[in-house]
């Protein structure tokens, strides 16, 4: 069943632990990305809505989470913090579900599962990408080596 799946278990562990650093910088962020306030729900709750509303693939959760770390390489100056989470979550698993994924919806319907409105999640998609350069592809053996290192920190975590 998708919303038991282990990897949004793990996902959020390690993103909660990125947030918990982060969070202590006190860092300003004029980015788009920037809520003014943190989101109240938890990074666990919102990969469990984004999973239950969008029917993506588990790969998509692994790819977004590759496209969170080439941000970081590519944009030191991008803290992902617990006023940024969410947004810069839910685009990446967006675009994972339009680059890997046969079936997906309108932009619209992804900005209702994700709290934000249409104009604002067309302009995060484009930051996103820009951001990305759009480059999008990830090879078999990244693909691979991310999920192994999932799993094998899931089984290290979890009781």
């Known amino acids: 069943m998708q919303q038991s799946n282990p990897i949004l278990f793990i996902i959020s562990n390690i993103l909660d632990e990125i947030i918990k650093e982060t969070d202590s910088l006190e860092l300003e962020s004029n980015s788009l990305f ?13 990969l469990q809505r984004i999973s239950k509303y969008t029917h993506c693939s588990e ?3 692994v790819i977004a989470l590759i496209y969170l770390d080439r941000l970081q390489e590519k944009h030191a100056y991008l803290v992902l913090n617990s006023h940024c989470i969410h947004r ?3 685009l990446a698993i967006v675009i994972a ?7 997906y919806y309108k932009n619209e319907y992804y900005a209702k599962v994700g709290g934000v409105n249409l104009k604002e999640i ?4 484009q930051e996103f990408l820009e951001y990305m350069n759009y480059e999008l592809f990830i090879d078999q053996q990244q693909y691979l080596a991310y999920e192994k290192r999932l799993l094998e920190y899931g089984e290290i975590e979890m009781p």
């Open 34 to 46: 920037h809520a003014v306030s943190a989101p109240a729900i938890t990074i666990f709750n919102y």
């Open 59 to 61: 790969q998509c959760f």
């Open 88 to 90: 810069f979550l839910l």
């Open 122 to 125: 067309n302009k995060l998609e």
């Open 97 to 103: 579900i339009k680059f890997q994924d046969d079936d």
